[in-house]
């Protein structure tokens, strides 16, 4: 008999406003052994950010991240028993990229500034007008 | 044209305040003639939206752009369809630094 072989669908981007600005947690004071170490994307990061540090509903969070409501939940509830994990086995936390594509946001190294440009097509910076900016990640 | 800063006290040594719905004030730097004036923010006790509240309530002083620590997502789509610039200085940033820096640009 023929196995049929299907490829699952490919994962959308899922649009994040930043990414981290930190790598990533560690335990301190451990007794025992620790456990794994917790891998956190990007649109994990942000699900988590959008519902329990800015309290947006999940609709409004889906909506922001432009995926299904059923989608958002998923990384959600990931993202949250994976915190559990790291917190209960003692394991380190690290932001890794996914799936996302970023909102526009840009960084002039020079001023030290991170901000929307007024013309996306030709980012300036509001503060030196350098266009030696880059696309913030 | 305006551009609005949040800020933590109502003085140019303040620093930049690390939220924008929730700032105790605003400094609103006239960018023509080069004056300011502190506002307190009357928003900053709402039990919820105060960053949309905060953002309709300064494009309707004909304020052009917002510089503080963060903005939350809703605020970020808000300014973003009201067409106004977002701007985050590093973390500690200084008013008078930020108006330093802005005259520069004048120049």
Known sequence: MRKLCRMARSIKNRRIQMAPGIGGFKPHGMQHRKGPDVFIGFEEYEALKLCDYEMLTQAEAAQMMQISRPTFTR????????????????????FTGGHVKMA?????SRCQITFTPEMEAAPVCPFCSSSL???FS | MFVAISAVENHIASAVDPHFGRCAWFCLLDSIQG???FIENPFQHDPGHAGCDAADFLADKGVFMVIAGRFGSMVVERFRELGIQMVIPEPGTYIQR??????????
């Open chain 2, 35 to 37: 004056t300011w004036e």
């Open chain 1, 104 to 108: 526009g946001w840009y960084h002039c």
């Open chain 1, 75 to 94: 990384i959600y509830e990931k993202v949250r028993q994976k915190i559990a994990r790291a917190f209960v086995e003692g394991s380190a936390i690290y």
């Open chain 1, 133 to 135: 900016v880059q696309k």
């Open chain 2, 98 to 107: 930020i108006m330093q820096q802005l005259n520069q640009n004048e120049r």
